[in-house]
């Protein structure tokens, strides 16, 4: 993973559309710079400094952008739990099978409180049916 950005919302952005809602939420831009793993293998999580799930007032959940800025796929949180729990939904012409590369960009909306300075960090676990199995070295959340 990169560097992780921190953002507001632009306002006209939605979740469904660009994967960050609106004026008042915070978001983290993350891009990708080496993959080997495809989509369905990828689940996201944020946990805090000490290892616990992170819970985002309003967060809501993990988008892929594809190269051309257009969401490949999402995951809903439920309740700001940061967390996946179940596999992503997909764009028309996606699919589990799609290669997560380097064109893709990973944006975590965080809901409506600034996540600066909370210690933060990024993850990536295998999701158990597609080959790949362990976590990502976490990303430090600025």
Known sequence: MGNPILGSCPAADTFALNGCQGSTHYYYRISVIDSTVIFGAAWCLVRSPTGAIDVAPGGLGFTILGQNGT??????????????????????????????????????DMGTQNPTGLALEFLVQGSGGYGYTGTTAPVSLP
């Open 71 to 108: 969401v490949s796929a999402q995951y809903a949180v439920t309740g700001g739990t940061m967390s996946m729990s179940s596999g992503w939904a997909y764009a028309i012409g996606e699919g589990a099978g799609t290669p997560l590369t380097e064109l893709d960009t990973i944006v975590v």
